[in-house]
């Protein structure tokens, strides 16, 4: 271990560290870190690396970015703090040296439809001022503001789908699904069933319709009348059902009054949502699905609206603009207090667009639109487009601490990454990653290794120094895959290599075959997927691998399974339904294989609950089993205890003072607020009656706080606990705390407790999984771990499909499909597929060269 690191004297004075070029650590103890001091040089690119779990976070962003953004919150009036969302104050002894320092970390796009890449890069800002000072309008138009082409503002939203794009409908096909039929036998479906329906169907007989003929054969005007009158005609009826029955006053409900009064009065969500079923959801007829105005829309730049401009992708937008950035000072000159899309104002505001275009191109995001709503992006692409971001803001002398920077990209694609870090650091900016991507590593300045393993195993600084010093380092498990060759060295079979078989890949033990597939920048493809074998998607961002497998591959195997576009197994909500967002239509043609599937799981990076109260215990089962056991004991039944009582989400055995949260918000007056351990509780959750309940020594709370390795020890005599957590150890999870908050768990942990939850299920074969990415946010040494799990489900008989970009695991597939050869419409093709080797001799792919690099040396 080298760790040349001094150790922190408190009585000792505090030295001026702020000439000296070093950020100073003493006494950290964020988390798992164990009194770490460190050295950590300014104007750098740092890079932070370790296991999962390690303590590299803890200190990247718990102690080091926290304590800045701390002092920047007590510069500010208190009052005004109040306003502010602030951090936590790390566990530290001191820190100095310390410039202002922003967080660029891996999170979701914000779940809005009214959120896109042009509001979070503020591109549309420009884009709305082009059109208003430089636009082509109609004759006789007057000048818009810019609110006026914003969706978000009352200026500019179109008034029928208040600028969301998206309009709810009822059409006659919607609301009778099956023409063939009579009223009297059910073709408006959308009616309610019961003596409501009958009601409305005696109703129309009185009026004189005809009941008993086929929906497709009845006059138009009627079928029209029926469906989409507002009128609500009161009428005596007998019903027909019963003829001692007494006449009654009837009123009649069109179809779509109906729909659409449940919904917007029914207290039942039942009833909700059934009649949802019957409306039908696509871009809103008054605007195109613009979400502006008309007057907005006769605008134009270069021949394009704004709407149009905001569809095309960021490639195409720069060629139209840069046309006006290139027109001299002396053409411009006479048209000066014009308002032409040549004037001085449009030369300026596009060539700013074009340079802000720009960075977003070389960081390999070309393909998207400005219009693109958020939820649709990965957290890579979102934490690239804030990158762009902050390297047009000219700050300087600050610390940019970025989590993942690589996250989601192709190797292709890390190039210009790399180029735009050391823009960064040029630019006067310290650079600190916590990255896993070992290339990244190696054109890092200076490298802190956290170790050597998780949890209680981490939190020690192994290696503070220039990137090569780790060669000496023999305790550092990131050493033997940044130098595969340092002390005669090497990971077991190349990395993401365990658990993969002897003797190649395996042989398919049949296909699945799409025909015809259309969606996003798939037109017209043909895509086979073999069976019974492990399969990586790859290609370059962009070039459509998530739509074809968690998209397209997900609902046709959903639909043919369930009658729907999911699995059971698939309960997370797609990012665009929270959104609100319409899911682009699917064509596609003939499907064969599917009878050889009789399961699909999806395993993604969406968060496993959305509150505190959901953990790892309640996700994976285990903690059902674990209250069983405090229930059965003889102080739990002597005080009538039943497993319920050790629930901390019911009343009964909870904490009532924090309502089972362990923490309760703390309300200052003039300050601003925070959270605090419930006083009650003291952060236990439970009341002391149920705390007094003790298995072989330990406490509900006591359990909840037992690391999954400890856990495991604990517990091993409890069959159903046991089981899943020897899963959670296999998928690298060992360090996690049985009781940890969900809200407080990564994308790639996420992903691997649903991975863990369903290995611990009995293995039964001839199941389809769907990972997207599963490397992200890993160290090599959790991806052989993560991988030795995937190989043992398609050992058991199963099909592993997933897209991937992490070319060793690439290289450990049975087959490859490459997609591309760029990313959106220049996307969309298969360019290559087949086993590695041979998709590794392509000479179209852009995937080919890394992935023959790491079969070279293996």
């Not at 992490?806 to 290289?811: D, G």
Request: charged share 20%; with cysteine.
């Amino acid at each position: 271990m080298q760790n040349t690191q001094q150790a922190f004297d408190p009585a000792a004075p505090t030295p001026d560290h702020t000439a000296d070029g070093y950020v100073r650590v003493r006494g950290a103890r964020e988390n798992n870190l164990r009194n770490v001091d460190v050295d950590v040089p300014r104007d750098a690119i740092v890079a932070f690396t370790g296991v999962s779990g390690s303590g590299k976070s803890s200190l990247a962003f718990g102690t080091i970015y926290a304590e800045a953004q701390r002092r920047y919150f007590e510069s500010v009036a208190p009052y005004a703090r109040r306003l502010i969302q602030q951090g936590h104050n790390p566990k530290v002894e001191l820190i100095t040296g310390l410039p202002p320092a922003v967080a660029l970390q891996q999170r979701r796009g914000i779940a809005s439809s009214r959120s896109t890449v042009g509001t979070v890069t503020t591109l549309s800002n420009s884009l709305r001022m082009l059109f208003s000072r430089a636009g082509s309008y109609p004759d006789g138009a007057a000048p818009l503001d810019s609110d006026a082409f914003s969706p978000n503002t009352a200026a500019g939203a179109c008034p029928e789908c208040h600028g969301l794009g998206i309009a709810h409908t009822v059409t006659e096909s919607s609301l009778v699904p099956d023409p063939s039929l009579s009223i009297r036998d059910g073709a408006i479906a959308a009616w309610p069933g019961a003596w409501q329906g009958k009601n409305l169907r005696d109703i129309l007989t009185h009026l004189g319709y005809d009941v008993d003929t086929p929906w497709r054969k009845l006059p138009k005007k009627h079928r029209d009348w029926i469906l989409f009158t507002e009128e609500q005609p009161v009428v005596e009826v007998t019903p027909q059902r019963d003829r001692v029955a007494k006449p009654y006053k009837g009123r009649f409900w069109s179809a779509r009054s109906y729909v659409l009064h449940t919904l917007a009065d029914s207290k039942s969500s039942t009833m909700r949502d059934r009649v949802l079923r019957y409306m039908e959801t696509g871009p809103c007829p008054r605007c195109g699905g613009s979400g502006l105005r008309p007057e907005a829309l006769a605008v134009t730049f270069a021949g394009k609206t704004i709407a149009e401009l905001n569809a095309v992708p960021m490639t195409e937008l720069a060629q139209i603009i840069r046309p006006t950035t290139e027109l001299t000072s002396a053409g411009t000159a006479s048209r000066k207090q014009s308002s032409g899309e040549s004037n001085e104002v449009a030369v300026a505001i596009t060539r700013d667009l074009l340079q802000r275009v720009t960075v977003l191109l070389d960081l390999g995001l070309g393909y998207l639109a400005l219009g693109r709503a958020t939820p649709t992006l990965s957290p890579g692409e979102m934490q690239r487009l804030r990158i762009a971001t902050q390297l047009r803001s000219g700050l300087f002398g600050v610390i940019y601490v970025l989590d993942e920077p690589s996250a989601g990209l192709h190797p292709a694609d890390a190039e210009p990454l790399l180029a735009v870090l050391d823009q960064l650091k040029s630019s006067g900016n310290s650079v600190f990653v916590v990255e896993h991507n070992m290339d990244v590593v190696r054109r890092a300045d200076w490298l802190v290794d956290v170790g050597p393993r998780a949890g209680e195993g981490g939190g020690e600084v192994l290696y503070s120094g220039p990137v090569a010093g780790l060669a000496e380092v023999e305790a550092s498990v990131t050493r033997p895959f940044l130098f595969p060759d340092s002390n005669g060295e090497e990971p077991d079979g190349g990395p993401a290599r365990g658990g993969r078989p002897e003797g190649g890949t395996r042989e398919p033990a049949g296909w699945l075959e799409l025909r015809d597939i259309s969606r996003h920048n798939l037109q017209n493809l043909d895509a086979r997927f073999p069976l019974g074998v492990l399969t990586a998607v790859t290609g370059v961002s962009g070039s459509g691998k998530s739509t074809l497998v968690s998209q397209v591959l997900a609902e046709v195997a959903g639909t043919w399974l369930h009658g729907g576009s999911a699995a059971p197994e698939d309960t997370d909500a797609d990012a665009g339904d929270e959104a609100g967002e319409i899911a682009a239509p699917l064509s596609i043609g003939h499907v064969t294989g599917l009878e050889r599937i009789d399961r699909l799981v999806k395993v993604d990076q969406k968060p496993i609950g959305r509150t505190p109260r959901s953990n790892l215990a309640t996700y994976t089962g285990l903690f059902d089993a674990v209250r069983k056991e405090f229930a059965a004991t003889d102080e739990a039944r002597a005080r009538g205890f039943g497993a319920g009582r050790f629930s901390f989400n019911v009343a009964g055995g909870r904490c009532e003072t924090c309502q089972g949260e362990g923490f309760v918000a703390v309300e200052l007056l003039f300050l601003p607020g925070s959270y605090g351990p419930c006083p009650e509780c003291h952060g236990s959750r439970y009341n002391p009656e149920t705390l007094e309940v003790s298995y072989h020594g330990k406490n509900i709370a006591d359990v909840l706080g037992l690391t999954v390795n400890a856990a495991a020890e604990f517990l091993a005599g409890v069959p159903a606990a046991a089981r899943a957590l020897q899963a959670l150890r296999e998928v690298g999870l060992g360090y996690l705390r049985l009781g940890q908050p969900a809200t407080e768990l990564s994308g790639g942990e996420a992903q691997r407790i649903k991975l863990a939850t369903e290995l611990q299920r009995a293995q039964r074969g001839h199941s389809l999984y769907l990972l997207d990415e599963p490397t992200t946010g890993l160290h090599p040494a959790d991806v052989e771990l993560l991988m030795a799990q995937l190989h043992r489900l398609v050992d058991a008989g199963n099909t592993v499909v997933l897209v991937e970009h992490e070319m060793a695991v690439v290289a450990a597939a049975d087959w490859v499909i490459d997609l591309g050869p760029a990313g959106g419409d220049a996307g969309g093709k298969i360019i290559a597929a087949g086993e590695p080797a041979a998709v590794a001799g392509s000479k179209k792919s852009r995937t080919a060269p890394y992935l023959a690099a790491v079969l070279g040396g293996i």
